[in-house]
T-cell receptor, first 110, second 114 residues
Framework: DAGVTQSPTHLIKTRGQQVTLRCSPKSGHDTVSWYQQALGQGPQFIFQYYEEEERQRGNFPDRFSGHQFPNYSSELNVNALLLGDSALYLC?????????FGPGTRLTVL | KNQVEQSPQSLIILEGKNCTLQCNYTVSPFSNLRWYKQDTGRGPVSLTIMTFSENTKSNGRYTATLDADTKQSSLHITASQLSDSASYICVVSAFGEGNTPLVFGKGTRLSVIA
């Protein structure tokens, strides 16, 4: 049983570009949450998807958007990248309150 | 405002020694508290999870305690090993959790040296 997987593992972009990060949840998990973790900080909640809809959202601008597919996998899209968007982006899948994290995608914005 | 504060921010100990990490929270209504271990550049891995009614929970050399009255938790690591070097993050969830987002502390960076 594979755990939560994320792709790509690393990504380098320049300011103003757009990026898409992908997450495949643990088998059977129907809920996916995305977090941003800046260096030396704890993860910050971006949003959560359940049944293909955004169910909750943290304090992030509209440049951050997402999607969940019928197979429960999810994408995080960030438009008009800023230098401050450089971070580790974590995906977590959950079922009945048990949450598991993926390895993360390291995004560097130059 | 729901917050989780951890101390110390960083800690260096000798291999074989014990240490205790602290977590204070203001999340309400409280549902559960989790301790995660996060290696650099990796996703967090769950160590323990405690609900309101639990005072202590162990996972090998890791023992977590919870005082729901004072809203404090600690993580005690016994006989530390070099592989314990990581960030330890305290995470609190509000009641009605199901899939409620979690409130994360900034973590304590532990370095175990030989």
């Amino acid at each position: 049983d594979a755990g939560v997987t994320q792709s790509p593992t690393h990504l380098i972009k320049t300011r103003g570009q757009q990026v898409t990060l992908r997450c495949s949840p643990k088998s059977g998990h129907d809920t996916v949450s995305w977090y941003q973790q800046a260096l030396g900080q704890g993860p910050q909640f971006i949003f959560q998807y359940y049944e293909e809809e955004e169910r909750q959202r943290g304090n992030f601008p509209d440049r951050f958007s997402g999607h969940q597919f019928p197979n429960y996998s999810s994408e995080l899209n960030v438009n008009a990248l800023l230098l401050g968007d450089s971070a580790l982006y974590l995906c977590a899948s959950s079922l009945e309150g048990k949450q598991f994290f993926g390895p993360g995608t390291r995004l560097t914005v130059l | 405002k729901n917050q989780v504060e951890q101390s110390p921010q960083s800690l260096i100990i000798l291999e074989g020694k014990n240490c205790t990490l602290q977590c204070n929270y203001t999340v309400s209504p409280f549902s559960n508290l989790r301790w995660y271990k996060q290696d650099t550049g990796r996703g967090p891995v769950s160590l323990t999870i405690m609900t309101f009614s639990e005072n202590t929970k162990s996972n090998g050399r890791y023992t977590a305690t919870l005082d729901a009255d004072t809203k404090q938790s600690s993580l005690h690591i016994t006989a530390s090993q070099l592989s314990d070097s990581a960030s330890y993050i305290c995470v609190v969830s509000a009641f009605g959790e199901g899939n409620t987002p979690l409130v994360f502390g900034k973590g304590t960076r532990l370095s175990v040296i030989a």
